[in-house]
């Protein structure tokens, strides 16, 4: 059987690289780190971000067993920016270009049995213009780095190189599941086996199949194995509302003894692309989702596992989306497996940002589409491919190719790709557009034909707006918050309203470094419905209010409830982001209105916001000021409050663990949000305290131990270390007469 270990920890780094390093090595030379990994810890904004653009070496004692005698022996990496030179004992064993595929190194020939055994990468993360995305400029940065996990692999000469399983639905019931298992041998002579697929739900056999197969001495070849639908009744199909994923455990015997194993999560579901909208599993449903950038504040793309699940966590249960476009790469593999785990859909694509370079560009990006798709055709959330440089230009041959590559490999997913361009040429079978044209004005969409300059109808998305038609802060003033708001809204609305666009993906969810071309000029896009912190701005309320008040109550006036935020002051109109039946409205205690969805505007919306547009003594320069009070009621009952208090002062400092447990597994991270309050709990926007961080135990934090809130309010990662033990988080505030927070974590030992 396959033995899998992690590389993660227990790395030397340095800046630079020289031939020198393949010898390995004066450790002085050397800094001691963990994977994830980013080249250089950049600061919050303002960098220049050529300061992680270089070259780095990363090296790595191997444990080398003796069992290992007569085995293959490889290391997998998931991702490192952007192009990589993996030496091993000194030998260069695989050049990887490309930031965002995961790559193999085989080690088997050079194995030392008697000695030390090294592993040396080189790693380039300069924008190299041979490799996609680069080439031109590009609106968001890439970081440098081993950034994502590696592993040990040790497999029997004769193995299975991947699996691809294709669960087939029609009319809601499962008809089949064909496993295609891809086979190598190094072996000498012919060699016959089996290959036995088991599916199993919740540790459950449910059914088995077996195949015979035979492959030639050093050969590659395939061997499909079907399981049939009688062995499938009751079978559950995997949708949002109830992901049901099922455990495929892939095995290989020859002689009857199993020689090599793997296993993956599949889900059933079927994906229907009408021509009047996206069927799953023969419900209509209206994508709603966001684009997102991998992106995080200091350490760029080099968070872990937990980090990237709490992505995928955040908009599935903070903003109730039902979608995601992973912009503009594909990304990390626990993001995709915590999509298929909570029925999040994904589109994914490959790297590239409006640039098509030349023909050794254009391989790695076939490469691109190649190994984005192997890596994820088991991912039941994956819904359809990109396969188009986003936003480029047409160019009939490469997309032609590309389309050709990601067809032949997976012929149960369509493709698509995104653009810009107005009747660009349509090679997939899906036509995604990014349709920016709501700048404030009555166009919300334009319609399908004028984008498509097609006879006919076709399924269709549009996969970005509004992003910089409104770049909003978090902390700007409170009308443009309120006009980003309604900009989400409208296009949301408008989407669902009309016949032919089957879902919008606004840009984006959370704001990203970019470069200075771009964004705010302090390398940061303020384009997200949430900052880089993943701390909502309101119009996140947009997205979270659509979703049953049984399951989440929402009530987020759109206010900062001050007299004079707004031009001329007041507070009118005010936006409400609710989920409620109805709002009353109370000022200094007394009631002043009950307040209605306006269902006559937003018709596309399940729940569309309020707008009151005028309450008597509010909005009034100069004259009195209350305490306000927001209370939404579902079915007679009330089910949510909100206060506001007229004279807020700093009242609190608030520190809020994601997660208290974590694991010493030297690269577990959690997220603590820091802030302070008013005397009714609610965020002083303007508030620019800066607090102390302080760590003790088994932990680091990520980033510095000095911060300024920003808009009231800022967010800090802490990391474990190996060791196990109680982790103390104590913040203080520097200026305020307010009691410092801690808060306790522990870190536990990974079982098994
Ligand atoms: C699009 C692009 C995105 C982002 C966005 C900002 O043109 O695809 O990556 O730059 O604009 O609105």
New binding site residues.
């Given amino acids: 059987m396959r033995q899998v270990s992690s590389l993660s920890c227990d790395w030397l780094f340095c800046e630079g690289f020289s031939q020198e390093y393949l010898e390995f090595q004066d450790p002085k030379l050397f800094q001691a780190i963990q994977l994830p990994h980013m080249n250089k810890e950049i600061p919050y904004n303002y960098f220049d971000e050529k300061m992680y653009q270089f070259v780095s070496t990363y090296a790595r004692k191997l444990d080398i067993r003796p069992e290992y005698q007569g085995k293959r022996v490889f290391v997998d990496f998931e991702g490192a920016m952007a192009y990589a030179e993996v030496f091993f004992n000194g030998q260069l064993v695989k050049i990887h270009k490309g930031g965002y595929t995961p790559f193999s190194a085989e080690l088997t020939d050079y194995l030392n049995f008697t000695g030390e055994n090294t592993l040396v990468i080189k790693l380039d993360s300069t924008e190299r213009p041979d490799i996609p995305p680069f080439g031109n400029v590009i609106?968001?940065l890439t970081y440098g780095g081993i950034y994502r996990d590696v592993s040990l692999r040790v497999v029997h000469p004769t193995f299975i190189e991947n699996v691809f399983a294709k669960p087939k639905v029609k009319s809601q019931v499962a008809e089949e599941l064909v496993t295609t298992i891809f086979l190598a041998s190094s072996a000498a002579t012919k060699v016959h086996g089996a290959a036995t697929v088991a599916l199993y739900q919740k540790g459950s056999l449910v059914a088995e199949a077996e195949t015979p197969f035979q492959i030639d001495a050093a050969a590659q070849t395939s061997v499909d194995v079907v399981i049939h639908q009688e062995e499938l009744q009751g079978v559950m199909l995997w949708d949002i509302d109830d992901p049901n994923l099922y455990e495929l455990r892939v095995s290989l015997a020859i002689d009857g003894e199993i020689v090599d194993d793997c296993q993956t999560s599949i889900g059933f579901r079927e994906f229907d692309f009408r021509l009047d909208g996206f069927y799953l599993n023969g419900r209509k449903l209206q994508v709603r989702g966001l684009n997102r950038h991998q992106a995080f504040p200091y350490v760029g793309y080099a968070m872990p596992e937990r980090a990237q699940k709490r992505d995928a966590d955040i908009l599935k249960y903070e903003l109730h989306l039902n979608a995601v476009r992973t912009?503009?790469y594909p990304q990390s593999r626990h993001f995709l497996d915590r999509c298929d785990e909570i029925g999040l859909l994904v589109f994914e694509e490959i790297p590239g940002?409006q640039h098509i370079g030349g023909p050794e560009w254009k391989d790695v990006s076939y490469s691109d589409v190649r190994l984005m798709i192997e890596r994820d055709w088991n991912h039941p959330s994956i819904m359809m491919w990109g396969v188009r440089i986003?936003?480029s230009p047409d160019d009939h041959d490469f997309y032609l190719e590309t389309n050709r590559i990601a067809r032949e490999l997976d012929p149960t997913r369509p493709t698509a790709g995104v653009r810009?361009h107005r009747g660009s040429e349509f090679l997939e079978d899906i036509f995604t557009v990014?349709d920016?044209s709501h700048s404030g004005g009555e166009l919300i969409l334009d319609t399908q034909e004028s984008w498509t300059n097609l006879p006919h109808r076709v399924p269709y998305f549009v996969t970005?707006f509004n992003?910089?038609?409104y770049p909003t802060k978090r902390f700007d003033q409170e009308e443009r918050l309120m006009e980003h708001v309604l900009r989400h809204v409208r296009v949301q609305d408008a989407a669902a309203k009309s016949e032919d666009i089957h879902g919008a993906f606004g840009?984006c969810a959370f704001d990203y470094n970019t470069h200075f071309e771009?964004g705010a000029g302090d390398r940061i896009?303020y384009?997200g419905v949430m900052d880089m912190f993943r701390i909502p701005k309101f119009a996140a309320f947009v997205y979270r209010s659509q979703v049953s008040p049984m399951v989440d109550p929402v009530l987020e006036p759109v206010t900062l409830w001050a007299r004079g935020e707004r031009s001329i002051g007041g507070t009118l109109p005010l936006v409400i982001l609710t989920n409620c039946e109805y709002v009353d409205v109370y000022l200094a205690g007394e009631i002043v209105g009950r307040f209605y969805p306006d269902r006559d505007r937003y018709k596309g919306l399940e729940y569309p916001p309020i707008v009151i547009e005028s309450i008597e003594n509010v909005g009034v320069w100069g004259s009195t000021w209350f305490d306000g009070e927001f209370v939404g009621y579902v079915q007679e009952q009330e089910v949510t409050r909100k206060k506001f208090v007229k004279n807020p002062v700093a009242t609190e400092l608030i520190v809020t663990p994601d997660d208290t447990e974590l694991l010493a597994n030297g690269q577990d991270v959690t997220r603590l949000v820091l802030k302070i309050v008013d005397q009714a709990g609610n965020l002083l926007p303007y508030l620019a305290e800066s607090l102390k961080i302080e760590v003790t135990g088994p932990a680091q934090l990520i980033g510095p131990a000095q911060v300024t809130l920003i808009g009231g309010c800022l967010a800090t990662w802490v990391k474990t270390t190996k060791e196990p033990g109680q982790i103390r988080v104590s913040v203080t505030p520097s200026t305020l007469d307010l009691p410092g927070q801690s808060v306790e974590l522990i870190a536990k030992r990974e079982e098994g």
């Fill in positions: 609106d968001y912009s503009h940002w986003n936003e810009c990014n920016f970005e992003g910089h038609m840009w771009f896009c384009h």
